[in-house]
Structure formats: structure tokens, C-alpha cells
């Protein structure tokens, strides 16, 4: 089973990596947004560097599950 695969199984039957799943992704929009602007404020250096960390860990977390998910299903 190709990682993909592991992925779309637990979108649908792991509340947690659903909804980390979704947070990422938003971040990400988010986090493009502002990387299109031209200039960014202090403030929103701050912002973006948060909104980043947030973003990595959710993704660590994500790979967290999948790997328990391969483990726990060879």
C-alpha cells in the first residue's frame, strides 16, 4: 500500500487526521497568500514564521499516524 493510499484511508477514518489534514492545507493557502505580497510587516514576519511552525507540526504529526497506520496494518 503506496503512502497516497494510507493518506486518503485515514482522511476518511481518523477524525484527528482529517482535521490536521485540513488545518495544513489552510495554512498553506494562507501562508501562499501572504508569500505573494511585496512587502510584509513585522507583525506579519511574526505571523508567517507562527503560521510555518504550525504548519510543520501538523505535518510531523500526520506522518506520526501513517506510520503508525503501516505499522499497525503489515
Known amino acids: 500500500m503506496t503512502e497516497n493510499e494510507i ?5 476518511q477514518d481518523n477524525e484527528e487526521f482529517k ?11 494562507q ?7 511585496p512587502y510584509l510587516t513585522s507583525e506579519e514576519e511574526v505571523e508567517k514564521k ?7 507540526l501538523k505535518k510531523d504529526r500526520m506522518a506520526e499516524l501513517v506510520r503508525e497506520y503501516k505499522k ?3
Open 7 to 11: 493518506v486518503e484511508i485515514l482522511k
Open 31 to 37: 501562508l501562499g497568500d501572504m508569500i505573494k505580497k
Open 50 to 56: 507562527r503560521m510555518q511552525k504550525e504548519k510543520l
Open 72 to 74: 499497525n496494518h503489515n
Open 19 to 29: 482535521r490536521l489534514y485540513q488545518e495544513h492545507r489552510e495554512l498553506d493557502t
